[in-house]
């Protein structure tokens, strides 16, 4: 999520209540003391950045799973089918409610004889799931020999194999294809109490799986035409679902991907610095101008500090961002999410350009340059909040985190909107104080 950063215009000396605007870092150079300030705030609030962003990135990324294994027992939904055989390891996938089943029966030089079951509930009664394996150095979609089991129209459940390929993932129809993988004892279950399917299989790997490294990937979709399954969802869940398995020792193991801990990192700084911080810099710089703490341009510096603080992490995570868009190309299946990123980065390169553009005080052009100011920032803040929203539903997060970040933009609009009214009053009492002198010069203040 991009983001940009706001405050107020405060060159005007007008009274009244002002508008929200862009905020520029270093905008005049004015005394030799204000810059020294600045400076000090600076280097502190980077201080602050850099541990900020060292400890998100180090909490993300520390996360991995270590897959454990369970005995088959009635815990699991593969216990229940006929299909399961004698099916004695099983465990519950990252994604997609799957479970797994595996017997590592023999390995030799030549080729490894395993027995898979495998479980999930697909969208819809007419859906398929899939699993797979890969031979490649990496699990993914492309090159992966698949399993697909599916209901026929005379509702038998049917397994059958097919070879992901890049034409694939182009969006050319997957259909049933032999594959070098061995597979004997197909079946396949549907419950239609509980919406799952089941299927088992066989498989004779040829040395080119290693079963101490055994790429596999799973997945669920829709509907199957014609014994055509249609593309599955563009989420992250279903771009998840893979990962890589130790069989050599009877157990398996799964590490969760770096990039899904780039994501957390993305989420939790945008939030921070662009969804939480930057508002409240706009607060202290709309409603603490004037008040009792404007002494030595108190309000100003801790303005500028916040902002400064907010306007890094919301580059952190920016990099971030685009970090994860060089990884993979599945990002690109956000495009809503990319779009307004794109027009908010480039809406703040527009407002940062204002650094050595903005007309100064006196100029005949500074209002006309004052009301795009003021209008950008407000299609900025807009923006902001509405793709940090998107961001929610593309990570689907905990419900406490967007109900946390709910909480704390219920809170900043009450604090904003006591003290729009409280300067709207003081604004009126004012206006009337001056009305009465002028029509009644004799009368004391």
């Known amino acids: ?69 369970h005995s088959c027992d009635s815990g699991f939904s593969i216990s ?28 030799t030089p030549n080729s490894s004889t395993i027995d898979v079951v495998f479980s999930a509930l697909p969208p819809t009664p007419q859906g398929w799931i899939a699993w797979g394996v890969n031979p490649g150095r990496h699990p993914q979609m492309v090159g992966t020999r698949v399993l697909i089991a599916y209901n026929q129209p ?38 239609g109490e509980t919406g799952r399917l089941t299927m088992a299989a066989r498989l004779t790997l040829p040395p080119e799986y290693s079963v101490s490294k055994l790429n596999h990937v799973w997945q669920v979709g829709p509907r199957v035409v014609g014994m055509v399954p249609s593309a599955h969802a563009k989420t992250l869940e279903n771009f998840d679902s893979k990962e890589r398995m130790d069989l050599a020792r009877g157990v398996g193991h799964g590490q969760r991907h770096h990039e899904i801990g780039l994501r957390e990192a993305h989420g ?30 108190i309000w100003f510096y801790t303005h500028v500090g916040i902002q400064i603080l907010a306007f890094s992490l919301g580059v952190a995570a920016w990099g971030i961002g685009l970090s994860l868009m060089e990884r993979s190309g599945q990002y690109r299946a956000f495009m809503g999410h990319r779009i307004i990123g794109i027009l908010i980065f ?43 929203f998107k961001g929610f539903a593309i990570l689907k997060p905990s419900a406490g985190w967007k109900w946390a970040y709910i909480g704390i933009l219920i809170g900043l609009s009450c604090v904003a909107l006591g003290l729009e009214i409280s300067i709207w009053i003081v604004f009126f009492q004012d206006n009337k104080n001056a009305s009465t002198k002028t029509s009644d010069p004799s009368k004391p203040n």
């Open 268 to 297: 939790i700084l945008s939030a921070i610095g662009w969804g939480t911080l930057l508002p409240i810099g706009v607060i202290v710089s709309r409603y603490f101008r004037g008040s009792p703490i404007n002494t030595k341009k």
């Open 1 to 69: 999520m991009r983001c940009s950063l706001v405050v107020e215009d405060h060159s005007s000396s007008v009274a009244p209540p002002t508008t929200v605007c862009l905020f520029i870092l270093g905008a005049r150079r004015t005394r030799h003391r204000r810059k020294n300030n600045i400076s000090g705030s600076t280097h502190s609030n980077m201080t602050l950045l850099s541990a900020l962003v060292v400890l998100v990135l180090a909490s993300s990324l520390a996360h991995r799973t270590k897959a454990q294994w």
């Open 346 to 388: 480039c809406l703040a390169t527009l407002q940062m350009m204002a650094l050595w553009l903005k007309p100064k005080l006196l100029d005949k052009y500074r209002k006309y340059w004052n009301i795009y100011h003021h209008f950008v920032g407000y299609s900025l803040i807009v923006l902001v909040i509405v793709n940090i």
């Open 154 to 191: 005379s509702g038998m459940p049917v397994v059958g194999t097919y070879n992901v390929t890049a034409d694939t993932r182009r969006g050319c129809k997957l259909e049933p294809s032999t594959i070098e993988v061995g597979v004997a004892n197909k079946a396949a279950n549907y419950s």
């Open 80 to 107: 229940a089918t006929a299909v399961a055989r004698n099916i004695t390891q099983c465990r519950r996938l990252q994604t997609l409610g799957a479970e797994l089943g595996i017997n590592n029966y023999s390995t």
